[in-house]
């Protein structure tokens, strides 16, 4: 089993103060930074791009950026993410003609490939991907939005991903994103989840370290 991650989303983050909203988080406990791309066509919303990944660095930010790609079609991102300085990249496999290609053009930029199931997708898409994956991200809600609720059949995708990743006997991170809270995260763990996704659960509150602290010790217990 891998270490425990928490990725705040910075999508619930104040977008006028983000590389003081980023330090903050990161300075409370946070591990990585989740960046939600979003492009008005693969899903309905529209949010940043590689231009806010490279401010982000000039800032200062030394923490992992895992890029979350809600975009189609992804390839002509992926160069542009690297360069602007994401450590992780993740896209949906229904957005890309070609998904194991991206994710060896992942790998060749020089970043961590993952892919992306919603909830409606069934793990199947993971069988020949899965090997050359370094992480897996389950969504545990519709993308597209912050603040919506977790959807319970994520659980026994999570089990089910688990068993794969461990018959398989590589260090493959399983992440999980929408819905986690203090109050579930326990329970995800138990199912098997290790990197962790949360942004109105940690940008709601004014304490970014109690929250993200509560976190830790509910996957810890
Ligand atoms: C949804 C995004 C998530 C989202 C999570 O499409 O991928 O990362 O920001 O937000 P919460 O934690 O509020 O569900
Ligand atoms: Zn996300």
Known sequence: MQSTVIAPSILSADFARLGEEVDNVLAAGADWVHFDVMDNHYVPNLTIGPMVCEALRKHGVTAPIDVHLMV??????????AQAGATHIS???EASLHPHR??????ASGCRPGVVLNPGTPVDV????????EYVLLMSVNPGFGGQAFIPS???????????????????????DGGVKPDNI???????ADTFVAGSAIFGQSD??????????????
Do not use: C, N, S, W
Request: no cysteine.
């Open 72 to 81: 189609e079609p992804v390839d002509a991102l992926v160069p542009m993410f």
């Open 208 to 221: 970014y370290r109690d929250v993200i602290a509560r976190m830790k010790a509910a996957v810890a217990a």
């Open 126 to 133: 993971l069988d020949y991907l899965l090997e050359d994956l």
């Open 154 to 176: 994520t659980l026994r995708k999570t089990r089910e991903v688990r068993a794969r990743i461990d018959a398989l006997g590589k260090p493959i991170r399983l992440e999980i």
């Open 91 to 93: 896209f949906h496999p």
């Open 186 to 192: 326990g329970e995800i763990a138990a199912a098997g």
């Open 102 to 107: 991206t994710v060896q053009l992942i790998r």
